[in-house]
């Protein structure tokens, strides 16, 4: 579980990773502009060109915002995994008389399935 949730972040990030390289994430025809921008408008004093500057810091805001809420998901899924897994362990702590475990067989593949939908939630 652990492996998979690694490799399908690191595929994220090298995804991410090519299309800036290749500059074609979020691609729209450079001519529009969005309405939604909100920006400040300057002029450069040696050729009298418009320049836009953005009012917002963008990292500003990853780092007030994206930060805390990507911590705030890998503690959920580390936190249900740990709760899957205690209550793995207490139900299979559980043995009948004569040796034979009595978990049922949906409680052994919960967890895997529980991270799987987690992962895909929260991604």
């Known amino acids: 579980m652990i492996w998979i949730t690694l490799f399908h972040e690191s595929w994220k990030r090298k995804q991410n990773y090519i299309a800036n390289e290749w500059l074609v994430r979020g691609f729209q025809d450079a001519t529009t502009e969005l309405n939604e921008f909100k920006h400040e408008t300057t002029i450069d004093a040696d050729t009298q060109h418009q320049w836009k500057v953005a009012t917002k810091d963008a990292y500003l805001m990853q780092m007030l915002v994206g930060v805390p809420v990507s911590l705030l998901f890998m ?39 529980i991270n799987s939908i987690l992962i895909i939630v929260f991604g």
């Open 75 to 113: 503690t959920v899924v580390i936190g249900a995994q740990i709760g899957l897994q205690w209550i793995n362990w207490e139900t299979g702590s559980s043995h009948s008389e004569d040796g034979t475990n009595n978990v049922p067989l949906y409680l052994k593949y919960l967890p895997g399935v």
